[in-house]
């Protein structure tokens, strides 16, 4: 393989956010009195909240919850945190070293809205062509939709690129859009 781009997954990838997002899940499940316990949570990483709460609200006979507003509720819940998230050191020197050199993007499960507040937050925005969230494909991780369409905003094939993960539903993800995937979990500190 060549490689022509390189592809990064936000929350617990670049940014150490994943424990942020578990104390803000536990106060929105808590006072929804939803239960979600904490490894069905990580093993759910890459999956936008609001599909997480249907799941939920099925499997728990709840009709009353609205998917939407609780995506909401727990989102002003995170962002009420923020002051907790710093970089994933290790995975940010691999953008930093990279930066300028190949065109990179972020693929993330998150919102617009949280993505682009956490690089911007960790001062690395500017640092990539293009950021994919939910609001941009139909189908989520495991899914390669998020993968492919950060390479075509990139305008590379995506045989040519290497994605970084921390999740299993994130590397299933990455290895059916046909990437190079690397798997943070093994390289860090972190996750």
Known sequence: MSLQALIFDCDGTLAHTMPVHWEAWQEVTARHRIHFPEDRFYSLGGVPT???VRMLATEQQRPDIDPIAFAREKEEAYFRRFD???PVPEVVAIAAEY???L???VASGGSRGAITRVLTHLGILDWFGAVVTNEDVVNQKPAPDIFLE???RLGVD???CRA???TDLGMQSIRAAGMEAVDIRHHTRVG
Do not use: V
């Open 50 to 52: 609001r599909d997480i």
């Open 84 to 86: 907790k998230i710093g």
């Open 99 to 101: 930066r300028g050199r």
């Open 103 to 105: 065109p990179m993007a």
């Open 150 to 152: 950060a390479a075509r």
């Open 158 to 160: 995506p045989r040519h």
């Open 164 to 166: 970084f993960e921390d």
